[in-house]
């Protein structure tokens, strides 16, 4: 996962949504978090799953942190995905989803461990809104050249990629594998 891009953002009107991408050492390796959510209490419901993210044990615990989100209406989408090694670790609670551009076809992922490639952009939605069988990312994304944690160099790919979108409001958290 070395030189891959980040990006956290709510896209559309003002909502009740919240994303960010979040990193932290488990066991020697790097793991880095995609966290979306949707609700009455979006960005508290976030910092839950946040400070359940600090108490993990290692990186294959999605549900766990998708599990520590409130219930609806606080949270009605929560979307993880856990970058750990060559693997996504992927989690949905409500309304969140979570999805994979590979070979520019984007498809949804169902909760569990997915293969990672290099090349691969792995998105965490508050809720089902992206179109799948088609391309997401309309721009090139670049994978950041330093192996410094960067969480905003993926949000100019995002904003462009949800242009055609309504305007009603949903997070996205994202990675780009380089």
């Known amino acids: 996962m070395n030189h891959s891009s980040y990006g956290a953002l709510v896209h559309g009107r003002p909502a009740d949504a919240a994303s960010t991408v979040e990193a932290r ?35 294959t615990e999605a549900a766990k942190l998708a599990a520590a989100a409130p219930p609806p209406p606080y949270a009605s989408g929560v979307a993880v995905v856990l970058l750990a090694g060559d693997h996504a670790h992927v989690a949905t609670k409500g309304g969140g989803r979570c999805y994979c551009e590979r070979d520019g076809i984007l498809r949804e992922l169902g ?24 391309r997401f990312f309309t721009t090139a ?34 990675a780009r594998i380089g």
């Open 25 to 59: 050492t488990l066991h020697g390796a790097r793991v880095v978090a995609l966290i979306a959510v949707h609700g009455d209490l979006a960005t508290p419901s976030l910092e839950s799953v946040k400070g359940e993210l600090a108490r993990l044990a290692n990186g």
């Open 111 to 134: 909760a569990g461990a997915h293969d990672l490639r290099s090349g691969d952009a792995l998105i965490a939605a508050s809720h089902a809104s992206l179109e799948v069988d088609r």
């Open 141 to 174: 994304v670049e994978p950041f050249a330093s192996e410094e944690f960067r969480n905003d160099t993926l949000d100019d790919a995002l904003e462009s990629a949800l242009e055609g979108y309504s305007s009603s409001g949903f997070a996205v958290a994202a």
